[in-house]
């Protein structure tokens, strides 16, 4: 993904900042809401079971933190820690139980998993109805057919700010760059189903600069830090940067960085999501909006079936 730089680019007043963390707490503060609403009215606490295999230090952290949000929100959180050793039968079989635990009504998997573990195995294990990371085929599904459906949290999250600081995207020129299945994919369908004309730009793409200096809207998630410059953003477009990398200084000191060298696309942006502080928080309160939306369809579709007998 390279392309040529352009010298004198046009510059325009600082881009305001896309307030990720502030719009997660608010809707967190609702879904507690919407939690109370509903044990209210099912007398059934929404659970969420995580699954974290091996000792990764940056999954444990972002594991710890999900338990808390859960916690924060009203629900139940189930953790499950297994060693790196665990054999792929052996998760298999966890994912079973959770799969019939009434309990439980939210199932996710931390990725990545350790070395002879397939994730894709793993994470199609997951009922449907569970699978509150949306990356199974049965929920990708539906997603790409403009379906109904649990979508990925993190494009979930991109969305909700974009409908939030953008409005109508009808007919914006969208660039989503990286075509993963946990992101890329899933937000170029989010973003066709909002009316964008939307291209995906991935390693094959051969002036991918080009293409995101036409795009009002830029979406980057390709895990390579500060990828995307300054004279790439279109003056006014709005950029949303999935990637968080830690860096070294000078000073011995580390600092959170994105896929977009920030300090110069603000000088180009309309707006722009900081690193951290922007896409992060709000991935976790999909996540949450995820387990009450699956809670609900489990225990409704239960109490309607119920009804009917």
């Known amino acids: 993904m390279t392309g040529p730089a ?33 044990y ?48 792929q039968k052996e998760l298999l079989g966890l994912i079973e139980r959770l799969n019939v635990d009434p309990e439980i009504h939210g199932i996710l998997v931390q990725l ?4 002879g573990l397939d994730p894709v195995a793993v994470t199609n294990a997951i009922i449907p109805e569970k699978d509150v990371d949306g990356l199974g085929v049965v929920n990708a599904g539906r997603l790409a057919l403009g379906l109904p459906g649990i979508v990925p949290c993190t494009p979930l999250g991109c969305l909700l700010l974009l409908r ?14 990286g075509a993963s299945n946990l992101v890329g ?26 293409l995101a200096r ?7 998630a390709t895990g390579v830090r500060e990828l995307v410059r300054g004279d790439w953003i279109k003056p006014g477009a709005t950029v949303i940067d999935v990637g968080i990398s830690r860096v070294t200084l000078p000073n011995g ?25 922007g896409v ?19 225990v409704e579709g239960k109490a309607r079936s119920g009804e009917n007998t």
């Open 164 to 177: 939030h600081y953008v409005g109508d995207m009808r007919g914006r020129d969208a660039l989503v760059i």
């Open 253 to 277: 000191k580390t600092r959170l960085v994105g896929d977009v060298k920030f300090d110069e696309a603000v000088r180009r942006a309309g707006l722009i999501t900081p690193v951290p502080g």
């Open 214 to 220: 036409q795009a009002d809207i830029v979406v980057v």
């Open 40 to 87: 209210d009215r099912y007398h059934v606490t929404p659970g969420l079971a995580v699954v974290l295999v091996g000792n990764d230090p940056a999954s444990e952290v972002y594991v710890r933190n999900k338990a808390l949000q859960t916690h924060r929100a009203g629900m139940r959180s189930f953790m499950h820690m297994l060693p790196a050793t665990t054999s």
């Open 112 to 115: 990545p998993l350790p070395a």
């Open 6 to 38: 352009v010298s004198n680019a046009q510059e325009h007043p600082a881009a305001r900042l896309i307030d990720g963390k502030g719009f997660a707490a608010r809707m967190t503060q609702d879904i507690a809401t919407d939690v109370s609403a509903f």
């Open 280 to 298: 992060g928080p709000m991935t976790i309160a999909c996540l949450l909006r995820n387990t009450l939306d699956a809670a609900r369809m489990l």
């Open 185 to 210: 994919r899933p937000m170029a369908e989010l973003l066709l189903r909002e009316g964008c004309t939307v291209t995906v730009a991935h390693i094959d793409t051969r002036d991918t600069a080009s």
